[in-house]
């Protein structure tokens, strides 16, 4: 069963536009929500990370939105440029040391092309 | 040396070869972590460890097997590689369990 579920699989965009990834997640225990990105030939790197008592984070051209009630999460990039393609995780952790789950769960990915 | 090291970065192996994967962080951090990853599948835990002298199982553990003699090394094993193996492999590492990970640059593995 996985635990994030991301979308769209791939996103095509203009340059200056806005792309926004989409995550949702079942499990309430998650408390830390961190984005990846990751360029051809990489390893993932992160981006930015938010926690559910946040509704929107800023850092730069990345924002991320937050819904609890509805466990989702979005990724929105403002004024998008080729540089930005890569793919995109999202991922969802447990912090609280007495968990078991102790680790990342990762969706799927969004591949991400800037059209210059 | 600053972050995590993974060797080799490639490799090409013919089916039924021993293969081990080295990964090596000098952040000090207690968990560590090998993933695969693979075209619409995302990131996918082969095995985890917590601490120094344990690991663990995490999604997709089978033809794998993992050690963490020390807090800086873990290095995964195929015993006898398959050509589904094929994937890229990435090493990542935590402050510790229940936190975000860093990961290392990766092992395109390619069993033929």
């Known amino acids: 069963q996985q635990q994030v579920k991301q979308s769209p699989q791939s996103l095509i965009v203009q340059k200056g536009g806005i792309p926004i990834i989409n995550c949702a997640y079942e499990n309430t225990a998650f408390d830390y929500f961190p984005w990846y990105q990751q360029f051809p030939g990489k390893g993932p790197a992160l981006l930015i990370a938010?926690?559910?008592?946040?509704s929107e984070k800023k850092e730069g051209r990345f924002t991320i939105s937050f819904n609890k009630s509805a466990k989702q999460f979005s990724l929105h990039i403002m004024d998008s440029q080729p540089g930005d393609s890569a793919t995109y995780f999202c991922?969802?952790?447990?912090?609280?040391?007495?968990?078991?789950?102790?680790?990342?769960?990762f969706g799927r990915g969004t591949q991400l092309t800037v059209w210059p | 040396i600053a972050g995590i090291t993974q060797a080799p970065t490639s490799q090409i192996l013919a089916a039924g070869r021993r293969m081990t994967l080295r990964c090596t962080q000098d952040?000090?951090?207690?968990?560590m972590y090998w993933y695969r990853q693979d075209l619409g599948l995302g990131l996918r835990l082969i095995h985890y460890s917590n601490t120094a002298g344990t690991t663990g199982k995490g999604e997709v553990p089978d033809g794998y097997s993992v050690s963490r003699a020390n807090t800086d090394d873990f290095p995964l094993t195929l015993a006898s590689a398959v050509p589904s193996q094929t994937s890229v492999y990435f090493c990542?590492?935590?402050?510790?369990?229940?936190?975000?990970?860093?990961f290392g640059q990766g092992t395109r593995l390619t069993v033929v």
């Open positions: 952040m000090r951090h207690n968990a």
């Open positions: 990542a590492s935590s402050v510790r369990a229940h936190t975000e990970a860093f």
């Open positions: 938010i926690r559910p008592d946040v």
């Open positions: 991922a969802a952790i447990i912090s609280f040391r007495g968990s078991t789950l102790g680790r990342l769960y």
